[in-house]
C-alpha cells in the first residue's frame, strides 16, 4: 500500500497546500503530514542591465520564467490529486502528463539560459571548454558558427550545446518549443532562447542581431563549469 508522503515524496510533488479544503487524499491508506516542496521561481535580477538587453525585454522574460514555475507546480500538484481520486484513466490525466514536459522544460531551460547570462568577456581561449570546441569541432570560430545557425533556424524554441557523457563528445541541438528534440541523459553546457519573446522588444525580426548579442553576453565561466 502506497503511502502519500512516499508518493509525493517520490514524484516530488507537493505542498500541504495542494491539499487544503476537500481532500481526497484523506483516507487512511495515505496518511497524514505531508510536506513536499514546489519549485520556487530563482532570482535574476542582477541580469538587468546587461549589455544588448534593455531592462523592459528582460524584465518581461522573467516574468514568463516564473509562469512556467508557477505551472509546473500547478500540474504536477493535478496530476498528484488525479492519481488519488482514481482519475488516471481520463483524457484530462494524459493530456497534463503531456503538458508536464513543456512547462518543467520551459522552466529549467530559462534557468540554464539566465544562469548563462550575464557574462562580461569571451571565451577563455585557453580553458577546457574552448579546448573541448576545438576537438569537436574543429575550431572555436566553426563552432559559434554553426551554433549561431541552430539559433537562427526558422521556429520558436532553444539552441542547445550538449555534452554527451557516453563519450564526452559536445553537440549541437535545436530543442523544439522547450520539449522537443532533447538529447536523452545529456548535459546542457550553453543554452539560447530563440523564442521571439527573448528578442523581439529589442531588435524585432532581426534575429541574427540578438544572437550577436546574447554571444556578447554569455556568462562563459558558467557554461564551462558545467562541462564534465
Ligand atoms: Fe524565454
Not at 484530462?92 to 514536459?101: C, I, M, T, V, Y
Not at 536523452?184 to 523564442?195: E, K, Q, W
Request: with cysteine; hydrophobic share 45%; net charge neutral.
Amino acid at each position: 500500500m502506497i503511502k502519500r508522503r512516499e508518493f509525493l515524496k517520490a514524484t516530488g510533488v507537493g505542498g500541504a497546500a495542494v491539499f487544503a479544503g476537500a481532500d481526497p487524499l484523506s483516507g487512511p491508506a495515505f496518511g497524514q503530514d505531508v510536506k513536499t516542496q514546489a519549485y520556487a521561481a530563482k532570482d535574476y535580477a542582477k541580469l538587468l542591465g546587461t549589455p544588448g538587453f534593455s531592462d523592459a525585454l528582460l524584465k518581461n522574460h522573467l516574468t514568463l520564467y516564473q509562469g512556467y514555475v508557477t505551472n509546473t507546480n500547478k500540474v504536477l500538484e493535478a496530476l498528484a490529486l488525479m492519481l488519488f481520486s482514481g482519475r488516471t484513466a481520463a483524457a484530462e490525466f494524459a493530456e497534463l502528463r503531456r503538458r508536464l514536459g513543456w512547462e518543467f522544460d520551459g522552466m529549467r531551460l530559462h534557468e540554464l539560459y539566465f544562469e548563462n547570462l550575464g557574462g562580461k568577456g569571451g571565451m577563455d581561449a585557453g580553458g577546457k571548454l574552448a579546448k573541448k570546441i576545438r576537438e569537436d569541432f574543429g575550431g572555436v570560430e566553426a563552432w559559434q558558427m554553426d551554433f549561431k545557425a541552430v539559433g537562427a533556424m526558422r521556429g520558436i524554441g532553444w539552441a542547445v550545446l550538449y555534452q554527451d557523457p557516453a563519450t564526452g563528445r559536445l553537440i549541437d541541438f535545436w530543442i523544439n518549443e522547450h520539449d522537443g528534440g532533447h538529447p536523452a541523459g545529456c548535459r546542457p553546457i550553453l543554452v539560447m532562447d530563440v523564442f521571439e519573446h527573448a528578442y523581439m522588444i529589442d531588435y524585432g525580426l532581426k534575429k541574427a542581431n540578438y544572437i550577436e548579442a546574447f554571444f556578447k553576453a554569455v556568462d562563459w565561466t558558467a557554461a564551462e563549469a558545467r562541462l564534465a
